[in-house]
């Protein structure tokens, strides 16, 4: 479970269709997945849309700092730092696949981080992208998972492409290709909450199968009826402290 969070799944936005708003009365009250679940049962499934924004919109990481206490006084005074890396991957109801972060292609050596508790990492311009700026369908949803890798430099490369093959292959991503035929219903949104979720696990299964160490995990859901204005956030969580740049 993520220790940091914004916002919900349920929070993700729904919007009636023309038609239907001629032929019921307060159909508008339901606009996200969370009063859709309320009405679903007696509503006809094509009855709702998933609406897309009309900005683009783009996540990264601004920066990522390691609290103080985070390595023992052994591992500071022999080894001095350690090897830090984030996994994340990004999704809308859009129909496109899920964006995923550094993904097979990356150069490890560009990943790994080497940071002392208490150590900031600052990443140039727009920041490590993590979702490219497009318009958004219902909302975005983001994982961040924050290791230290205990592998060397080759072995996390294949550590890297088999988590991408697993997010390509994975039930989320098949569901998310068909996103487009699929009514907004209660239903489909539980699909791919379960997805979404049992995606999370897989992902954590295998780096720990490596032996790498889990640091956090945050966890964000953004609406497209949220303005998307220009800024950072910053998320704190046991070990570490994150900041998001959200950019058009």
């Known amino acids: ?62 920066s990522i700092r390691l609290n103080k206490g985070f390595q023992n006084f052994l591992v500071r005074l022999f080894k001095g730092t350690s090897d830090i890396y984030f996994v994340a991957w990004c999704w809308d109801l859009s129909g496109a696949p899920v ?30 992208v993590l979702f490219p700026a497009r318009p958004v369908t219902s909302g975005l949803g983001v994982r961040v998972q924050i290791w230290e890798s205990k592998q060397g430099t080759r072995e996390f ?31 489909t949104m539980a699909s791919i909450w379960e997805a979404a979720q049992q995606l999370g696990t897989v992902v954590g299964t295998a780096l720990s199968a490596v032996s790498d160490e889990y640091v956090d995990f945050y966890e964000g859901y953004y609406p497209v009826s949220t303005p998307w204005a220009a800024r950072t956030e910053v998320y704190k969580g046991a070990d570490s402290k994150i900041t998001l740049g959200l950019f058009s």
Do not use: W
């Open 99 to 128: 964006a995923l972060y550094p993904g097979d292609s990356q150069n490890p050596e560009t990943c790994l981080i080497p940071l002392r508790g208490g150590d900031l990492r600052e990443f140039i311009g727009a920041g490590a």
């Open 157 to 187: 490369g294949k550590t890297m492409a088999a988590v991408s093959q697993t997010i390509q292959e994975s039930r989320l991503n098949s569901l998310l290709s068909l996103v487009a035929m699929m009514d907004a219903t209660a239903m």
């Open 1 to 62: 479970m993520a220790l940091i969070t914004h916002g919900a799944f349920n929070d993700f936005s729904v919007e009636a269709t023309s038609e239907a708003r001629e032929s019921r009365d307060l159909i508008d009250a339901v606009d996200n997945f969370g009063t859709l679940t309320e009405v679903s049962r007696e509503t006809p499934a094509d009855t709702f849309r998933f609406p897309t924004s009309s900005d683009h919109r783009g996540l990264a990481i601004s």
